[in-house]
């Protein structure tokens, strides 16, 4: 519509002018070379019209003619990148088929058309990691640094690569450039810190992500929680046992229902001499969660005290959720301790009817050859675990395998923060 009305208003102003020019012609005198030419102005008009027309034309046409070498060769290239593009794709499709030798092939033929570009890089290393050509991956990688689109994928690859290899200055260095780049991606920095027992840069890390609004609030707290519960660990193993409880108390506010994080709180209370803090503190998660490192964790604190001591304790313990079965074997586990055989073989009798476990058929083994030694009355029940439905344990989200406790490494792959508390599957295989 608008390109209607500024038609209409284009043709009215030449029409007003073709008036005023026919009623107003004029006179034009032109003294050229001795010759006097006499014309009107609106032929004069006309004229410059014409040549101006008559030039513009020229120029396009020159210009198209002189253009022609660059429109070629333009066209070339896009038909050469269009072809790059494909193989480009059939490659992409082969290493998503597992096929490498056609993907192989399908990368080169890009390359040759699209030269080393970051995508070519990505798939030629991409491709010498299948075969296992560790060598041709570093220098592709190291290749990849030097573009911008690839350079956190590659910052971050041969970080891991130097980790595995306990090159751990070389993988700090290239984690910082790959969080420097995006600080999201935090846990491959974070686990360099934590392995080296860098607290302090640890928690700048942390902090540097919030700031950049790249963590969330559940993160925040979870990954502070592990470098506060690292740090403590570390200084209660060095007996520094002051610290280690403050550090204790801080884990507690990132993560209170953390079965590691208090369970490590109970021991830095006991090591101070908190019994009855650590006890406390076991009694209460247990209502909520019934684990085997917090039965543990009690009767290391209570280890020392008589033994119906020891016995009230537990079953005080035990009272605030007896329809666990994890209840039932941390009565039976204490029971045993003090060799109090009859309660010990009740407990576990009734966690046999609750579910049948591996553990289970494991502590009835242990029982009988405690309870009658000198007799192999026990081999039936390590023969009847073979087939007991296996018991949780801390398996690795990365490879798969179980750890006996809970670090922030995987013990199997080494990956950070991958260590979760779930059923192991019954035909698992660790």
């Not at 004029?26 to 030419?37: E, Q």
């Not at 101006?52 to 990148?81: C, D, G, N, S």
């Not at 970080?159 to 260095?173: C, D, I, R, V, Y």
């Amino acid at each position: 519509m608008i390109n209607l009305l500024l038609l209409l208003f284009f043709l009215t102003c030449i029409g007003v002018t073709a008036s005023w020019l026919a009623e107003n012609p004029g006179n034009v005198v032109i003294h050229w070379f001795g010759y006097r030419i006499d014309t009107s102005l609106a032929l004069i008009l006309l004229l410059a019209i014409v040549a101006a027309v008559v030039i513009a034309y020229t120029y396009l046409f020159l210009r198209h003619v002189v253009l022609v070498p660059e429109r070629i060769t333009k066209r070339r290239t896009l038909k050469q990148y269009q072809k790059g593009l494909s193989e480009l794709t059939y490659s992409v499709a082969a290493l998503a088929a597992a096929d490498i030798k056609t993907a192989a092939e399908h990368t080169k033929n890009a390359e040759k058309l699209l030269g080393p570009t970051p995508l070519t890089l990505l798939l030629n290393a991409q491709i010498a990691r299948s075969v296992g050509d560790d060598a041709k991956t570093r220098d592709l990688l190291d290749q990849m640094l030097d573009h911008k689109e690839t350079e956190y994928l590659a910052a971050r690859s041969l970080s891991e690569t130097a980790g595995k290899q306990h090159m751990f200055p070389k993988a700090l260095a290239l984690a910082k450039r790959a969080h420097t780049i995006n600080p999201k991606g935090i846990a491959l920095l974070l686990s360099l810190h934590v392995r080296l027992g860098e607290w302090q840069q640890a928690m700048q890390a942390i902090d540097k992500s919030v700031r950049k609004g790249k963590l969330s609030r559940t993160q925040l707290r979870h990954y502070r929680a592990i470098v506060t519960l690292k740090q403590g660990l570390q200084l209660l193993a060095g007996e520094n046992t002051l610290a280690a409880l403050a550090s204790a108390k801080h884990t507690l506010k990132f993560e209170p229902h953390f079965i590691p994080v208090v369970a490590f709180a109970a021991q830095a209370y006991a090591a101070n001499g908190h019994d009855a803090k650590a006890i406390k503190l076991i009694t209460h998660e247990w209502k909520i969660q019934p684990h085997e490192q917090l039965s543990a964790a009690l009767r290391a604190v209570i280890a020392k005290q008589p033994k119906e001591k020891q016995m009230k304790i537990i079953r005080k313990l035990v009272a605030t959720n007896p329809a666990s079965n994890e209840s039932d074997i941390a009565l039976a586990q204490t029971a045993m301790a003090v060799r109090d055989w009859p309660t010990a073989r009740a407990a576990l009798t009734a966690a046999l009817a609750k579910q049948e476990t591996v553990r289970t058929c494991k502590l009835l083994a242990e029982l009988e050859q405690y309870e009658f030694p000198g007799f192999d009355i026990g081999s039936k029940w390590i023969a009847r675990s073979a087939s007991a439905l296996p018991d949780p344990a801390w398996l690795c989200n990365s490879c798969g395998k179980a750890a006996l406790q809970w670090d922030a490494h995987c013990p199997a792959c080494e990956t950070f923060d991958s260590l979760e508390w779930k059923q192991r599957d019954i035909n698992y295989v660790g």
